[in-house]
């Protein structure tokens, strides 16, 4: 095992109806970035690139992310299901509570969580633009020992 | 502890509530945020993961009178829950619902 995460969220369920994400929609967390895969379901401007994320949603999922990208189990963080798959929805109401008790609400999404293990992390490929600056590379205090050791 | 001195609103967020499991809350359970922190004399418990969307639905209340102003939609009697999944994907979360109490500046 590398050590080095990706997060895929991947959307298994909207309830009601969401602008931005449909099932099967991805977001891939890697490190310090957020990439959405596919297309978004609203074009925000004519001619411009559609791949806008739902702000909203990524705060619900920030308690979350820093541990997933460094590899902690979902069934760790309390959030896995029975198929140890971690599983977060954004912070609207489904839209039974809306057909049973009026709550408002326009729709939610459920995110499945999977951890991929990975060779490089994208802020891996700058390691060696920080060195030359005399700056640590990404990662922490044991890869400063690792560039040590390598130019003994 | 001023930093956000301009706040004219307490939020209370109030755990209505809770479907399937969850280890923290039992439905009635207060929160209260005020002038930038949680009064943790009138809070019960907090949970963290519950904290990341109460975050943002405090900073927003603190200040709806400038919304409420400009005409927008109202969403004071808008619920919001935890980000964690209710069965059959996950084992619950929580509702909870937020009441803006005016505050002398």
Same mark, same amino acid.
């Given at each position: 095992?590398?050590? $080095?995460?990706?997060? !895929?969220?991947?959307?298994?369920?909207?309830?009601?109806?969401?602008?931005?994400?449909?099932?099967?929609? $991805? !977001?891939?967390?890697?490190?310090?970035? !957020?990439?959405?895969?596919?297309?978004?379901?609203?074009?925000?401007?004519?001619?411009?690139?559609?791949?806008?994320?739902?702000?909203?949603?990524?705060?619900?999922?920030?308690?979350?992310?820093?541990?997933?990208?460094?590899?902690?189990?979902?069934?760790?963080?309390?959030?896995?299901?029975?198929?140890?798959?971690?599983?977060?929805?954004?912070?609207?109401?489904?839209?039974?509570?809306?057909?049973?008790?009026?709550?408002?609400?326009?729709?939610? !999404?459920?995110?499945?969580?999977?951890?991929?293990?990975?060779?490089?992390?994208?802020?891996?490929?700058?390691?060696?633009?920080?060195?030359?600056?005399?700056?640590?590379?990404?990662?922490?205090?044991?890869?400063?020992?690792?560039?040590?050791?390598?130019?003994? | 502890?001023?930093?956000?001195?301009?706040?004219?609103?307490?939020?209370?967020?109030?755990?209505?509530?809770?479907?399937?499991?969850?280890?923290?809350?039992?439905?009635?359970?207060?929160?209260?945020?005020?002038?930038?922190?949680?009064?943790?004399?009138?809070?019960?418990?907090?949970?963290?993961?519950?904290? =990341?969307?109460?975050?943002?639905?405090?900073?927003?209340?603190?200040?709806?009178?400038?919304?409420?102003?400009?005409?927008?939609?109202?969403?004071?009697?808008?619920?919001?829950?935890?980000?964690?999944?209710?069965?059959?994907?996950?084992?619950?979360?929580?509702?909870? =619902?937020?009441?803006?109490?005016?505050?002398?500046?």
């Amino acid at each position: 095992m590398s050590g $080095k995460f990706i997060t !895929v969220l991947e959307c298994v369920e909207v309830s009601g109806f969401c602008p931005i994400y449909k099932v099967g929609s $991805k !977001v891939v967390i890697d490190e310090c970035l !957020v990439w959405r895969t596919d297309n978004c379901l609203v074009q925000y401007r004519a001619g411009t690139a559609e791949s806008a994320n739902c702000y909203p949603f990524l705060v619900d999922v920030a308690p979350y992310f820093r541990s997933l990208c460094r590899g902690v189990p979902p069934k760790e963080l309390g959030i896995a299901g029975a198929d140890d798959y971690g599983y977060v929805t954004c912070k609207n109401l489904p839209v039974k509570w809306f057909l049973d008790h009026e709550y408002y609400t326009h729709g939610n !999404v459920t995110f499945r969580i999977q951890l991929l293990p990975t060779d490089q992390n994208y802020n891996d490929q700058f390691d060696d633009d920080l060195r030359q600056r005399n700056m640590p590379p990404y990662g922490g205090s044991s890869r400063i020992d690792e560039t040590s050791a390598s130019a003994d | 502890m001023n930093m956000a001195y301009k706040a004219k609103y307490k939020v209370i967020a109030t755990v209505d509530n809770v479907h399937g499991i969850c280890p923290v809350y039992k439905g009635g359970e207060k929160i209260v945020m005020q002038d930038g922190v949680l009064n943790l004399q009138e809070t019960d418990v907090v949970c963290l993961q519950l904290l =990341s969307t109460l975050i943002h639905e405090y900073m927003v209340k603190q200040h709806q009178d400038y919304w409420k102003m400009e005409g927008g939609f109202d969403y004071s009697k808008e619920k919001t829950k935890c980000p964690r999944a209710g069965p059959p994907y996950g084992e619950g979360y929580v509702i909870v =619902s937020t009441e803006t109490v005016p505050q002398e500046l």
